[in-house]
């Protein structure tokens, strides 16, 4: 379908944008890939008064290392990251789960922090945001706020963003090289949204003993979730393939699956298990 | 609704069209420039039969708005061939190959290749079926639609021979 009218406006600067955004509160969208919202809009599900398009501000447009985070931009689009950004487990993940995001020609438009604010309950942005402890940086006019990935995450389709604001960077940790991530994820065609996904970070001791760990699943629940005991089962030991097979048990009984009719709850369980496990295991193979 | 001129340059040519902010880039250039190549089957993102190049990069037209692309360069199916008609490698391995049946999904899948042709470093199996399982085709089960692309990316000295998933 078409979509409905709106009005149009395209900001060159942040300031501008903000502004706009004031103005046009819950009537008002940012555009930034258009990758969700379009599509939203042609189903009709979405009617925005008006779309503030964010893609002609150039300041936006950045992805760097400062002080030990990953500091990515709102127009930081997907396909940016399907080579490492930056050296070690944080890039090398990124690069990874990047592939599996959609399409190549939706990646060249579709943006980090668009997933980030679209909040699909199956983007691996978001499981990755949460696995890592990514940091949004929000702003309104005259205004900024940091929030955390844990806060970010509110139920399907909603996050701590305001309508007048901004989403105008996430941060993520760049891990040193005792991390070890691992990502994978099931769908039943390529480029399809997830049946489950996992995402995995172990830091190993100069014992080779397992200091943290982090698990988050998705496509699973309303938002992604974090296995915490499972995580936490793996502390203070070696990562055996048995610990890690107890590990992926434990992140499958953990959380309050989605139900509906191709996906009963009972095999997105066994999803969750046989992608936590691949994830660990291959995080460690390397 | 009120529309808004816009500059498009499409295939190397400018074309001056108004539009409602709610057009799309794919409805522009099918209605406003006159370019059909350029198809449209689903309007949400999963067909790709829309894809066109926008400032090089492969994108679906029906999830871009032609007032986006104001001032940017579009290339299309229509730009492929040589003003004389004769038809480019990758078309011609289209042709040879049996890579279309109804052809519908065509111009997408040969703006998708283009694309992908165009991207620095050679392509292999690998790389070929991934950017290729991007667009849908309901006639040719896709084979067909592999070798044609195998065989041009061949052709112009882009390929890599690589392990053949099974
Ligand atoms: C066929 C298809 C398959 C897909 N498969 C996947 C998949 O497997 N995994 C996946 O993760 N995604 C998938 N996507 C979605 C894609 O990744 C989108 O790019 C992403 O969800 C949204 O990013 P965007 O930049 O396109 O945002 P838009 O579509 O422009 O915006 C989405 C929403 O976020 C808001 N927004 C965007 N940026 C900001 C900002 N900086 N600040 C405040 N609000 C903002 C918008 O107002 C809107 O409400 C798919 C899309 C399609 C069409
Ligand atoms: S018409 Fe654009 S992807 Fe189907
Ligand atoms: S040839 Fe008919 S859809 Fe592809």
Redesign the pocket.
Known sequence: MKCPPFDYHAPRSQAEALALLARHGEEGKILAGGQSLVPTMAFRLARPASLIDINRIAELDTCRAEANRLRIGALARHARFERPVVPGPTGALLARAAEHIAHAPIRTRGTFCGSLAHADPASEWCCIALALGAEMRVLREGGERLVPAADWFQAVFTTALGPDELLAEASLPILGPDWRCGFAEFNRRAGDFALAMAVTALRLDVAGHVAEARIALGGVAGTPVLAREAAASLLGAPPTPDRLRAAAALAAEGFEPTEDAQVPADYRRDLVRAMTRRALEGSLAA | MSKTPIRLTVNGLPHEVAVEPRR?L?DALRDDCGLTGT?????????????VLLDGEAV????HFAIQADGHAIRTVEGLAAPDGSLNPLQRAFWENHGLQCGFCTP?FLMLATWMLEQPGPVDEARLRHVLSS??CRCTGYQNILTAVRTAAQELGKWREGATPA
């Open positions: 799309t794919a198809h449209l089957g689903c309007e949400h993102g999963v067909c790709g039969a829309c894809t679906r037209a029906c999830l997408g667009n849908l």
